[in-house]
């Protein structure tokens, strides 16, 4: 993993990071690391290298709630973890977790997704 400079004029990015367990959450807020599966490495690593910055915001599978958000801190590379087993996950990346609190779905329902038909943020 290569650490960048931010990219001048460039965009925000932010993506929604679904986990099926808070344990992972927790190792990545301890560790500041993250894993994803490889159909998503492409795109966070374009974002990451095109992008001034880019944001995680996190939540588990099924809670109805966001756990919190991150930055991205360095692209995805090879090398994988131990701490997540072997479920299927790519490289690993840095994150700097920026917000560690539990949000309801409920207070962002105002924000849409022109992305996805316009659907609500969760």
């Known amino acids: ?5 931010p990219g001048q004029n ?5 993506f929604i990071m679904k986990s099926s ?8 807020q301890q560790k500041g690391i993250w894993s994803t599966t490889p159909s998503n490495e492409r795109k966070l690593n ?4 095109e992008s001034s910055m880019v944001y995680l915001i996190f939540s588990v599978q ?3 709630h966001f756990q919190g958000f991150a930055r991205m801190d360095s692209s995805i590379g090879c090398e994988k973890s131990q701490d997540w087993g072997s479920a299927g996950f790519g490289g690993v990346f840095r994150v700097e977790w920026i917000r560690k609190e539990s949000i309801p779905f409920q207070f962002a329902h105002h924000l ?3 992305w996805n038909d316009n659907k609500k943020v969760q």
């Open 21 to 28: 367990n808070l344990q992972n959450i927790e190792i990545s």
């Open 112 to 114: 849409l997704n022109p």
């Open 62 to 64: 099924g809670s109805g």
């Open 10 to 14: 460039v965009p925000v990015r932010y």
């Open 46 to 49: 374009g974002a990451f290298w």
């Open 1 to 5: 993993s290569k650490s960048r400079s």
